[in-house]
């Protein structure tokens, strides 16, 4: 079946820096979407990626998908306080509806 | 309600017991998601409905895992017979279409 897999399973950075999580599909994906869920919360809705190639940014944050549909990255610049938690990629396969989640990256900002 | 609403927050189960875990979406969403999320990993996808329609059941456990969905809004996951790795918080989740999800709270079971 389909896998999603995400690295680093950890980030810890200061306040300022720079920070960025990969996620790699198995399989190509119709799309893929990502979450934040903060300690003892629910994932929350971020973004989702359609096309091949597409980049979207959202104030701080950036986030690609590539050109075979099968990997994305997250990239965040800056990183304040409220960035911390636990970001989820989640791949849709390319038929049904059933959402692939990857293991998290948990990051950690320290003031 | 503005958003997805689980029911309870927090079960505790004595093993063997069954549960019933309740789900509200957001009014008007057709699809709706059932995970499962162990305690430091992503949700698991357990199945999924399109109005009353169980269209994916795939990612359910074992056959003590039941869900349903008989007017197309409320769904209710039922748990028999629960074992101790049972344990985790199911998240159930809504949307319109193949887009954005919506999740609710979560219920937190512990299964004694």
């Known amino acids: 079946g389909q896998q999603v897999m995400q690295i680093p399973q950890y980030q810890h950075v200061q306040e300022g820096e720079d920070f960025t999580t990969y996620c790699n599909s198995s399989?190509?994906?119709?799309?893929i979407q990502w979450y934040k869920q903060r300690p003892g919360g629910h994932p929350v809705f971020l973004i989702q990626?359609?096309?091949?190639?597409e980049v979207k940014k959202q104030k701080r944050l950036t986030f690609q998908f590539g050109e075979a549909k099968k990997n994305s990255s997250l990239h965040i610049t800056a990183t304040q306080t409220t960035d911390v938690g636990t970001y989820f990629c989640?791949?849709?396969?390319?038929?049904?509806?059933?959402?692939?989640f990857g293991e998290g990256t948990q990051l950690t900002v320290n003031p | 309600g503005a958003g997805v609403s689980q029911s309870p927050r927090y079960k505790v189960a004595k093993r063997g017991q069954d549960v019933a875990l309740r789900c509200d979406p957001i009014?008007?969403?057709?699809?709706l998601f059932w995970y499962q999320q162990a305690l430091g990993q992503g949700p698991e996808f357990l199945t999924y409905?399109?109005?009353?329609?169980?269209?994916?059941k795939s990612g359910l456990p074992s056959d003590r895992f039941f869900a349903e969905r008989p007017e197309g809004s409320v769904s209710t996951l039922k748990i028999q017979r629960t074992q101790q790795e049972d344990s985790a918080v199911y998240l159930c989740?809504?949307?319109?279409?193949?887009?954005?999800?919506?999740f609710g709270p979560g219920t937190r079971l512990t299964v004694t």
């Open positions: 409905f399109q109005n009353e329609a169980q269209l994916d």
């Open positions: 989640a791949g849709l396969e390319t038929s049904g509806s059933r959402l692939t």
């Open positions: 990626l359609v096309k091949s190639g």
């Open positions: 989740a809504s949307s319109l279409v193949r887009g954005e999800q919506y």
């Open positions: 399989t190509t994906l119709s799309n």
């Open positions: 009014s008007g969403h057709v699809s």
